[in-house]
């Protein structure tokens, strides 16, 4: 991710205290995802 667009975004802890995210109001996801750079890889899955 680009860090300007990153830094736009505060993040928030959801449920459990090491559960942090950030959170993107709807209508910026578009330019959000555009700030993403390279190829996301999946490093861990959980569930089925």
Do not use: Q
């Amino acid at each position: 991710m680009r860090s300007e667009a990153v830094a736009k975004y505060p993040p928030k802890i959801v449920g459990a205290p090491h559960h942090e995210e950030l959170w993107v109001p709807a209508e910026e996801l578009d330019s959000f995802n555009d700030a993403i750079v390279g190829e996301i890889e999946v490093v861990r899955k959980f569930g089925a």
